[in-house]
């Protein structure tokens, strides 16, 4: 892990700039995740470093392999200055552990789900995960190990992530893609879903 999340590190400042605030996260059995902010003009991005430090090991196998899986780091960016979107850090750091805490392997197309808002007064509980490479490209580590991908999180209002469960996430996403849905905007309703 010591390895791996400088290179990390380095990527996400490539692709994102300098980082102008972090934060540092720790529960209790699991590695330390931290949380960078990129600003970029009206936009602030929150990327987790320390989720790829280890790959994401099957629940169901006996044994989890040290060096071989997936590994991935996550991404999400919102519009400055509408909401208190900071309050994210934690949160996202929750998620960021998922695959530590509660077995998960965190694949473009999952729902991952809170129970609680993003920040004070969002409307979001839940987050799609988008499809790598077009904000931050993969970090190809030396074999055996899988890359390292960035996966953009794209929030979910309630009444979404129940349609996503049903139609799928391809579906949901083109119903944002015909609505011309600002998925940044830290405020946004629901997309019509009738």
């Keep these: 892990m010591a390895e791996i999340l400088p290179l990390v590190e380095a990527r996400l400042r490539s692709a994102l700039g300098e980082p102008d605030a972090r934060a540092d996260v720790t529960f209790l059995g699991t590695d330390r995740i931290q949380v960078l902010r990129f600003l970029d003009g009206d936009i602030v991005r929150y990327a ?3 989720m790829s430090g280890a790959p994401m090991a099957d629940p169901t196998s006996p044994l989890a392999d040290p060096v071989k899986g997936p590994r991935a780091e996550l991404i999400l960016s919102v519009r400055v200055g509408i909401a ?3 309050q994210v850090l934690r949160p996202l ?3 960021a552990a998922s695959p530590q805490v509660e077995g998960l392997i965190v694949t473009p197309g999952a ?7 993003l920040w004070t007064g ?4 839940s987050v ?9 490209e993969d970090l190809e580590l030396d074999e ?5 991908r960035f996966l953009p999180l794209l929030p979910m209002t309630h009444n ?10 391809q579906e949901l996403q083109e119903r944002w893609l015909t609505h011309g849905t600002d998925l940044r905007d830290p405020q946004r309703t629901s997309v019509p879903l009738d």
């Design 84 to 86: 208190d979107t900071d």
């Design 93 to 95: 750091a929750v998620l």
């Design 144 to 148: 055996p190990m899988d890359p390292v």
């Design 128 to 136: 799609l995960v988008a499809e790598p490479g077009g904000l931050v």
């Design 122 to 125: 969002a409307p979001f509980t």
């Design 111 to 117: 729902s991952l789900d809170l129970g609680e808002p």
């Design 160 to 169: 979404e992530a129940a349609w996503k469960r049903v139609r799928g996430a």
């Design 48 to 50: 987790t470093l320390g």
